[in-house]
């Protein structure tokens, strides 16, 4: 139970580096933070959308045998990116992500530990090839906060 809490815990902590983008100069929050990569505002428009996405459509999905199937990315990284060059401004982007976020946390909040190991296949596969660890909900956020901590530190260059 302590490796759940752990997780939830980093998913809680995310919300406070967010909340620190604040600070970032408007201009520079809607720069590519390098030639042809996204901008932050991009970035916390992805995480914002996977968090949606992870919440309302692929947590109801994962139980114990099911059978589930990738999303293809860009379908929700295409309007992510499209909704942060929208017009949108920083504060908006960043208090979005922070409500997703704390809904995504108190959803998980609610799972029993059992929930966190049910293993599924995805894709026709039992066994993540990237982790090597079974599919589930523990193993689909674990690759989550790896991804945050790539993101971090991207952000802070």
Known sequence: MKE???????FEQFNSWVNALEKVDEDLFFTPINEGKWTPAEIISHITYWDHYILEELMPQMRK???LESVVFDAINQPASEYASSGVSKTQLIQEQIEARNHLVEALKEKSELE???TFALNGEEIDRYSG??????????KEVFL??????????
Request: proline fraction near 3%; glycine fraction near 4%.
């Open 116 to 118: 966190f190991f049910d």
């Open 4 to 10: 759940i809490i752990n997780l939830i815990e980093k």
């Open 133 to 142: 660890y079974p599919h589930s909900l523990f193993n689909v956020l674990q």
């Open 148 to 157: 945050f901590k790539r993101v971090k530190g991207v952000a802070q260059r």
């Open 65 to 67: 045998d099911a059978k």
